[in-house]
């Protein structure tokens, strides 16, 4: 019987993770098959229910789902329960377990696709929703010297910034805008961007979220936005001096840790990302 996988989301018709995973089970020949499933959140308890029995083997789950899912979930893995959010689920028999996958996929884009080491670094993360508080609980477990988090919202930033606070010393939290952000932004290592500021069919298209503030030019700048793939921060970075990273890295890398949560197998990541790379140029 056909093995089936998919990805819970409302809406999702711009989702490449169709392309990607099912090109990685095609090159093992695995008789599986990877669906996008667009589920309404009055729908999700249901959908999610149905994963319990086969041939369901898990799922993946994007916006905005990655919190409410957990109420409908067995067992929360420690990542996820602390990022607070889910990104992929796995069954073993009739029970469901939820992981988080953004913090390891962030991570291993940094270093092997930005060339970038963290530990040690200063890091100024945009945003304090769940793609921020992956990337501020990936940092932290990899030993960055001090952080700074700004969100449109402070109390949001705040309010990760003291949750965070007892793992390591030095967290900062500020509005996206003024006279610290940009000090911050004129002296850190690594600058990610954990908002959706820039992302394509959003009301902020066409917006970077440090418009006008000066870039270290020695720093890295990672958009966790890929579509597009050259976002307007990113083109700022480049003409600021400094390096620049692209969200689809770690889409992919999240997507095959994601893999391997399901199939015990080593992800194909080439193969994954020729997949993704050919999924985005027809989509855009
Ligand atoms: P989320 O939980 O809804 O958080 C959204 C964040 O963006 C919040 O910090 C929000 O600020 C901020 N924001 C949204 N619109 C804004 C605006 N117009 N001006 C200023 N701030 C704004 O979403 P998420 O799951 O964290 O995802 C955030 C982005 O990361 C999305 O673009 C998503 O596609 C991307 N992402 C990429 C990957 C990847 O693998 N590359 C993985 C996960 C997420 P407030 O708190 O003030 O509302």
């Given at each position: 019987m056909t093995k089936l996988v998919g990805i819970f989301g409302?809406?999702?018709?711009?989702?490449i993770s169709p392309a990607f995973q099912q090109a990685a089970f095609d090159s093992y020949s695995m008789d599986v098959r990877y669906e996008a499933w667009p589920v309404p959140p009055d729908d999700l308890e249901r959908a999610v229910g149905?994963?319990?029995?086969?041939p369901y083997m898990g799922a993946n789950v994007t916006v905005p789902h990655k919190q409410q899912v957990m109420e409908f979930i067995d067992t929360i893995d420690p990542v996820a329960a602390r990022i607070g959010a889910v990104n992929t689920i796995a069954r073993s028999g009739e029970s469901l377990t939820g992981y988080n996958t953004d913090a390891t996929g962030f991570i291993r884009s940094l270093r092997e696709r930005g060339g970038f080491e963290p530990r040690g670094c200063r890091a100024l993360v945009l945003g304090a929703g769940g793609a921020a508080r992956a990337a501020v609980f990936g940092l932290i477990d990899e030993g960055v010297e001090s952080l700074a988090i700004a969100n449109r919202t402070l109390e949001r930033a705040e309010s990760l910034a003291n949750e965070a606070s007892p793992l390591m010393e030095g967290i900062s939290a500020m509005p996206l805008h003024g006279d610290e952000l940009s000090r911050i932004a004129a002296t850190a290592d690594l600058i990610v961007n954990s908002?959706?500021?820039?992302?394509?069919?959003?009301?902020?298209?066409?917006?970077?979220?440090?418009?006008g503030v000066r870039i270290n030019p020695r720093s890295l700048v990672c958009d966790m936005?890929?579509?597009?793939?050259?976002t307007p921060l990113l083109k700022e970075a480049r003409a600021a001096g400094a390096r620049t990273l692209g969200g689809l890295p770690m889409l992919i890398y999240q997507g095959a840790a994601a893999f391997e949560i399901w199939t015990d197998k080593e992800a194909p990541v080439e193969v994954m990302f020729r997949a993704g790379e050919s999924a985005m140029a027809e989509s855009s």
């Open positions: 409302y809406p999702l018709a711009h989702s149905k994963l319990r029995a086969e908002t959706s500021i820039g992302m394509r069919h959003t009301d902020s298209e066409g917006n970077s979220p440090l418009a936005v890929y579509n597009p793939q050259d």
